[in-house]
């Protein structure tokens, strides 16, 4: 007979909390069983008991109510999908070194930037995790949010999930807690508990997980917490994000990335136990080589160690290029390698149309994930390794990079091989395919592209997909599959459509509505989602065009130089023309584009014949018809150099060149390489020539350093 539990009243504060502990483990263990194993051991009532008996429990002695607590778990609906939040301070990535010269370069272009002169400088090296980044913020000690990287802007508040993790606290422990601290640290699943997953999906027929990363990031992204709660993730702390300069204690600030993580721990986050701070590029790739070897001991995967510069201060002025800081970076280890079988060599037509070789492999495991295909590159990589359909050959695989054949194995080659023929045509459309001649080298370019341009299938539907792409529209629920159909379906021609769709007669919502997949439902979501892209940046508009050499990075910094569409737009029009008995293409506008700092000839010719193109016009002034741009946020309005056009000429001697660069960027100005009519601030180191008379005979602004400084 069932025992009937001791009223609540009578328990002691000793019994609660030993009741409560193993309530949490009961009920963890049901959820597992219920959830991950679809196995309940108890029924659903007896199971409502312990929720009840725990939660009582807890109203009882709050104090006592554990960090994981069952009752943040439970009476909770399922999320229907994940809110978005954006960073406060965007989460990076990393640049990578591949051997031991990258990781001494590393150091140099370190102190050539701050101008150190091989003076000493510390940095640490620990453990790169390989997980997902997570960034938890807490407001007076308590987690208030925790979001996914995203793309590095904007994450998605999976809160509940991360609160299952017992390596995250709920509640910072201590004292000299700031306002808010946003921590930031790698969520990853353990070896041990990877192979006890996919034994468990594996007997229930369910989802076997190439890795423990792809597990550990299947098992964030569930609607149901309990789920995650089922899937024992584990975190490490390792860097910061907003953090505000009042505590509990008075006044708040890391000083260095060691001390950063010592009050981690102190908080009462789990942090790398590998990480050391070193002096120089020898000893880091000494720790490198001893995490190396303890890798296959760790019951976790990593797949590098993080260089990182000590001191804050020193992060600070050093800063970022693009989305990496100068300040780390990731060295990885060696790619892992397999043998295969080539079963055929297919030719890809990209956005571009760049035809581009793919390797379709017998499948086969490298460094525990499956892999079938591997890219070739090009034309000419394949007649250098000369790769033939059937061959037998090494492949390699590092992080997330695409799979590369490293050689080919000639003792396996059959007697009847034949050389592989690169086509002269486009395989999709049946253009003509060649490769130009660089203007500049007057060498052929290595990738050969198919002429086809808009009558290219291939070329439209890789357009649309790029439209659709994360840095671009990403469409909620609209994505490359969705739209590849929409334009099989012939719901759109091309992107400027995808705004039509709702506008529509109802034919097309019919059209939709029928295929499997599609209900009322989810076309209601689809228009929300499209409506909800009506505003766009102006840097992910410009991006979204899918013009060659214009990625995201070049993209936000145009969106930065014109401000806004009405400059910009005939600005790259007036740019196209060209002017000029010779037919160059030398006028004002082209000139003002390539004197842009990032932008060369390269970028503005490609740029150039985009907008010299009567269609491509067309479809902006379409797709205007739907859209309204939103200018770039300005970087600092408030300092002095805000919006000014700068440009640095002759030695510096407290900063380095490129360091004053980057400040002057990060105070909003923009940061050219010739001086002209439209600079406003010439910074005039000693040795200063032709640039500062041009400035003087132009009546600007000339500054010394210090001044400026
Ligand atoms: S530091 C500003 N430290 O690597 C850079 N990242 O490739 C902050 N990662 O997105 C990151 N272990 O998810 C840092 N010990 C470590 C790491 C680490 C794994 C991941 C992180 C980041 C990616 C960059």
């Known amino acids: 007979m069932a025992r009937k539990p001791i009223a609540v009243k009578k328990l002691t504060p000793m019994l609660a909390k030993m009741e409560l502990e193993r309530l949490a483990l009961n009920i963890a263990k049901h959820n597992k069983a219920y959830h991950a194993e679809d196995a309940p051991i108890i029924s659903d009532a007896a199971y409502d008991a312990l929720i009840k008996r725990n939660a009582d429990i807890e109203a009882a002695f709050p104090e006592l109510k554990q ?23 965007p989460m990076l990535s990393l640049g990578n070194a591949f051997n031991k010269q990258d990781v001494i370069d590393f150091y140099d272009r370190i102190d050539r930037f701050l101008g150190l002169n091989g003076k000493e400088i510390k940095l640490t090296a620990e453990p790169k995790i390989d997980g997902l980044s997570a960034s938890l913020r807490y407001e007076k000690g308590v987690l208030v949010s925790g979001a996914t990287r995203g793309d590095g802007q904007i994450g998605e508040d999976v809160t509940l999930n991360f609160k299952t993790i017992s390596e995250i606290p709920h509640k910072l422990l201590g004292d000299n807690i700031p306002d808010i601290v946003e921590v930031r640290g790698e969520v990853y699943m353990s070896h041990a508990e990877f192979k006890a997953l996919n034994e468990r999906q594996l007997a229930a027929d369910a989802k076997i997980f190439a890795n423990p990363r792809n597990a550990a990031a299947g098992s964030i992204r569930q609607l149901d917490s309990r789920i995650t709660a089922s899937r024992n993730l584990h975190f490490f702390a390792y860097a910061q994000g907003e953090v505000s300069t009042k505590s509990t204690q008075g006044d708040f600030e890391f000083e260095s990335q060691m001390g950063m993580i010592e009050q981690f721990k102190q908080w009462g986050f789990a942090v790398n136990p590998l ?72 030719i890809q037509v990209g956005r571009t149309g760049a035809l581009t070789p793919v390797a379709r492999l017998e499948p086969v495991s490298v460094g525990g994930v499956v892999v079938s295909n591997a890219t070739l590159h090009n034309e000419d990589e394949i007649a250098r390794k000369d790769v033939r359909i059937g061959d037998t050959v090494i492949i390699q695989r590092a992080g997330d990079v695409i799979p590369q054949i490293v050689e080919v194995v000639l003792d396996k080659r059959k007697a009847d091989s034949v050389a592989f023929e690169f086509p002269r045509f486009c395989p999709e459309c049946g253009s003509k395919a060649d490769r130009e001649i660089n203007p500049k080298t007057g060498k052929e370019d290595a990738i050969r592209r198919c002429e086809g341009g ?112 009405e400059t910009f737009l005939p600005a790259m029009k007036a740019a196209a023309i060209p002017i000029g008995t010779d037919g160059s293409l030398i006028n004002e506008a082209y000139a003002d584009l390539v004197n842009l700092d990032g932008v060369g000839d390269v ?46 000429t002759g030695s510096l001697e407290i900063m380095t060149r490129n360091e004053a660069k980057a400040k002057a960027e990060s105070l909003g100005a923009k940061v050219t390489g010739s001086v002209s009519k439209k600079t406003d601030i010439l910074v005039a180191g000693p040795g200063a020539g032709s640039k500062l008379k041009k400035a003087e005979s132009l009546g600007i602004q000339v500054l010394t350093e210090e001044e400026w400084i």
Request: glycine share 6%.
């Open 454 to 565: 808009l009558i290219c299938k291939a070329q439209v539907v890789e357009r649309l997909r790029h439209f659709v792409s994360r840095n671009a529209y990403d469409f909620d629920g609209l994505g490359a599959k969705q739209v590849e159909q929409f334009y099989n379906w012939g719901i759109i021609k091309n992107a400027a459509d995808i705004f039509d769709i709702e506008a529509g007669d109802g034919d097309k919502w019919d059209t939709i509505r029928k295929r499997e997949g599609w209900g009322d439902q989810s076309v209601d979501k689809l228009f929300k989602a499209i409506n909800d892209r009506r505003k766009i940046g102006l840097d992910r508009f410009i991006f979204g065009l899918g013009i060659r050499h214009i990625g995201e990075t070049t993209a936000r910094m145009l969106a930065r130089s014109y401000e806004n569409i």
């Open 275 to 346: 990480m050391q701070m070193f002096d120089n590029a020898e000893q880091l790739v000494a720790h490198y080589t001893k995490i190396e070897e303890l890798r296959p001991t760790l019951g976790y995967d990593i797949d590098g160690v993080v260089y990182k510069v000590n001191a804050l201060d020193l992060q600070t002025r050093l800063g970022f290029v693009s989305r990496a800081p100068r300040w780390a970076i990731a060295h990885k280890f060696p790619a892992e390698k397999a043998r295969t079988i080539i079963n055929d060599i297919e």
């Open 67 to 89: 960090v994981n607590s069952p009752s943040d778990l439970v009476g909770f609906k399922p999320l229907d999908k994940f809110d978005k939040i954006t960073h406060s301070i």
């Open 603 to 648: 970028v503005a010719l490609s740029l150039v014949q985009f907008f010299a193109e009567e269609n491509n016009v067309n479809f902006i002034d379409k797709l205007l018809d739907a859209v309204t741009t939103i200018p770039l946020e300005k970087a600092d309005d408030s300092s002095p150099v805000a919006g000014k056009v700068m440009v640095f």
